[in-house]
């Protein structure tokens, strides 16, 4: 079983920039693909990114956060990463962090879940 914790949220104006953490338990982190979604309020939760688990590293962003976002993990850490730069208003939600076997697109394929942390990004 992995627990998450995720932090790095905050008030950020609009072109901002901020750098989520989430902090997985366990000795096996390496051996779990991660994933970023996020959750506005009266919407439902949207993938944002995801990262492999081993070997080849591949990675997967949303349309609307190519460019902008980029995850990244630190296995000797067992955390991942997700930098976010040029936030626009629309960026504010809660985010997530996930873990699951794949590197998905569907919060169906992750096992385990973070309590999440918030973004605010102001005008």
């Known amino acids: 079983q992995v627990q998450l914790v995720e932090s790095g949220g905050g008030l950020v104006q609009a072109g901002g920039s901020l750098r989520l953490s989430c902090a997985a338990s366990g000795r096996t982190f390496s051996s779990y693909a991660m994933g970023w979604f996020r959750q506005a309020p009266g919407k439902e939760r949207e993938f944002v990114a995801a990262?492999?688990?081993?070997?080849?590293?591949?990675?997967r962003y949303a349309n609307p956060m190519k460019g902008r976002f980029t995850v990244s993990r630190d296995n000797a850490k067992n955390t991942v990463y997700l930098q976010m730069n040029n936030l626009k208003p629309e960026d504010t939600a809660d985010y997530y962090c996930a873990a699951g076997s794949a590197a998905a697109g569907s919060a169906g394929e992750y096992d385990y879940w973070g309590q999440g942390t918030q973004v605010t990004v102001s005008p």
């Open positions: 990262i492999s688990r081993g070997g080849v590293t591949r990675y």
